[in-house]
């Protein structure tokens, strides 16, 4: 009986402790959850995953997981990159070099899907910022 007593008398504490735990959370979350941090916060992810400037309207090109996407989707802008081109996957760096000088290194390893041999191009965008191949001179 005595156990059982004690028992109780844990649960109590225990049950008044969650109590005062979530008054603290209630009382502390509004000051937590400032405008400003939360922005900051934001921002600073957003900095993270931003790949490079979109050329179409200067708004941050981010990581959209199966893609690169422009942030300014919500105001019409449908800019977007691939993460795999033509079966290869594209590497940031190069998908960064593209955004920043319409331009990617050498790439090998693109896929035809007619002939299914594989080549090698650089990806550029052309005036109306479409993604593009362009193929290097044979060397003669
Ligand atoms: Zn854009």
Redesign the pocket.
């Known amino acids: 009986m005595k156990k059982i007593g004690e028992r109780k008398g844990n649960q109590e504490t225990f049950l008044k402790n969650i109590e005062k735990f979530i008054r603290h959370i209630l009382h502390e979350a509004p000051k937590q959850l400032e405008v400003d941090k939360v922005t900051q916060s934001i921002n600073s992810i957003k900095t993270s995953s931003q790949i490079g400037v ?1 050329p ?2 200067k ?1 941050a090109v981010i990581d959209k997981g199966k893609f690169y996407g ?1 942030e ?1 989707f919500t105001n019409g ?1 449908r ?1 977007s990159l691939p993460k795999t081109y033509l079966s290869k996957a594209i590497s940031a760096s190069n998908i960064k070099k593209l955004l920043d000088t319409r331009k990617s290194n050498l790439i090998k390893g693109f896929k035809s899907q007619k002939k299914g041999t594989t080549f090698e191009a650089i990806l550029i965008l052309n005036a109306d910022n479409e993604l593009k191949m362009e193929f290097p001179r044979k060397k003669k």
């Open positions: 979109c179409a309207c708004k422009c300014g802008c800019f």
